[in-house]
Every structure is written in structure tokens, then in C-alpha cells.
């Protein structure tokens, strides 16, 4: 006697479901009642959530060595709660309507840096670390100027198509990370209009070489002086700080002139440079949770060699 699907197959747990509810709940939710509850939880993460904390506090002690060991505990606290609010606001960014997010832009500094380049015909790289709330700064982008930036589709593939049209929703075009992806990008720059890079993100081997980022080495992917030599475009920094709270302030900073170099080594040292200077503006909005110093680099017999770094 054969048994009822229902009783022998249970529906797996329906993970992106729940995910894209609790966005599209979340979306609803004022800034400061998402801050507040972000101070609820960041706490729990940093208890509970072993790999954060401790990769956070790594990154920490290796960048801020002159800082004691309640500091670099308290900026990791800090650092995960600023995280947690970034997770939360993410159905904000992407599903609430944009006149509620425009409004939560409280401040943009730097604009001209981007009108002054187009103006002379030339394209705009946006270098856009993890910091505060990138998917506001990629809003924020999208609806003021024609931008283009490269993507990766999520590892729960039934959240790409939210994921897409919230990142798409305002006049963004996303391109894959593939040559077919930088092909597009060129051609973007070529029309003076605005492209987007994750300068902190870790490159594949062969797509990066290995640059200073604080004190120590780390492996930054190459791309930008290709894109720079080919369209002649202007770099700059851009973030959207968290104003807590209450919403956010953007900021377009130059970037290091060493990213104009045609030397891969010198134009990677350049945007780890930039990425700093960012960072300098709220050292606890920073995503330090992510292992920037995963790869090193050992000469053996004059080649290069890839081993785990013991930091982590």
C-alpha cells in the first residue's frame, strides 16, 4: 500500500519565501524603528555568531594595532550593529517607494565631482566599498545618473529576481562579472555615463595582484586600470553613511591619484588607499566581517604561491 506524497515528501523549508517576506515586511518600517531594532539584535550577533565576531575582531587587531583590546571589542560591537541595520534596511533599499528612500538621503557632498566629468565627456568609475548602506548608494546613483555596475546572482537563486528588481527598479543595468560584463562597462564609460566596482571585494586568482590595505597585504583585483586606460574616465569614492536613525549622508570622495597608474601593483595600492579614506569617515560602518586578508602570497622558485593566511 503505497503512502500519501503529503505524509512521505514534506515540502522543503522555503527559505527565499521567508527571506522576501521579511524584506518586503521590513520595507514598511521607519529608519529609526530599524535602527532600534538593529540595536536588539547587533548585540545577540556579536554573542551568538561566532564567525562575525571573530573575524571582525581580526580584522580589527590587524588594522588598528595601536588600539587596545576593550577599543577594537567596543568598534566590533559597533561594527556588527551598523551590519545588522544594513541587513534589515535591505527591503528599504529595494521595495519601499522611492520617494521614501530619496527623502532619507539627507545630505549628498561631492556631486559636482560626477556632473564636472560628464560634462567634459567623460565616464565616472564609483568605487563602492562595503560601507553603510551601499544598496542606498546604488539607488541613490541609479536615479540621477545612467549607471551601470556588474553582478552576481545570489547563492538562493530564487531571490534573484528580487534582488534584480531591486537593484534595477530605478534605471540600474547590471551586467554579469564576465568579459562579456566589462565589454558593457567599457562601453557605459565610452558614453560618459557612471559605472559601479566593489573595490574591497576579493578578486579570483589571476584577476588581482597584492597591495597594501592598512598594514598588510591584500589580494585587489586589477580591473580598474584597464577600465582607466581605455576611457580615460574619472575615479572616485563613493558611500552612504548612516546617519542612525535617521537616514543618510552620501559622499563622493577623489580617489587616491595612484589608481591612474598604468602599473597594476600602483593602481590597486591606490583604491585600497581610497577605500581607507572612506572608511575614515565612520571606521565602525565598515563591513569588517568579511576576510579581506584570506589569500597571501609566498615566493617559491620566483613564482607566486597562494597558501591560507594564519589570520584567520
Known sequence: MEHKASSSRRRPFDRASIISWLWN??????????????????????????????????????????????????????????STATMMELGFAWMAEPERIEASILEVHGREKLDSARAEGRGVIVLAPHFGNWEVL??????????????????????????????????????????????????????????????????????GVFAPFYTRNAYTATLLPKLVARTQARVVTGVALRLPGRGFAIHFLDADERVYSEDEVASASGVNASVEASIALDPAQYQWEYKRYRKVVEEQQGHPKAKSFRLY
Do not use: C
Not at 35 to 49: E, N
Open 25 to 82: 515586511t521590513l520595507s514598511g518600517w521607519s529608519l529609526p524603528k530599524l535602527w532600534r531594532f538593529a540595536s536588539l539584535v547587533g548585540p545577540l550577533v556579536y554573542h551568538f555568531s561566532k564567525r562575525e565576531r571573530r573575524v571582525t575582531e581580526l580584522n580589527l587587531k590587524a588594522v588598528y594595532p595601536e588600539f587596545d583590546t576593550h577599543t577594537r571589542r567596543a568598534m566590533a560591537k559597533q561594527s556588527l550593529r551598523h
Open 138 to 207: 546604488n539607488f541613490w546613483l541609479s536615479s540621477h545618473f545612467p549607471f551601470t555596475a556588474m553582478y552576481e546572482p545570489p547563492k538562493i537563486a530564487a531571490l534573484e529576481p528580487v534582488i534584480r528588481h531591486g537593484r534595477e527598479r530605478m534605471g540600474a543595468k547590471l551586467v554579469p562579472t564576465n568579459s562579456r560584463g566589462v565589454a558593457a562597462l567599457l562601453k557605459a564609460l565610452k558614453r560618459s555615463e557612471a559605472i559601479g566596482i566593489l573595490p574591497d571585494q576579493e578578486p579570483d586568482w589571476g584577476s
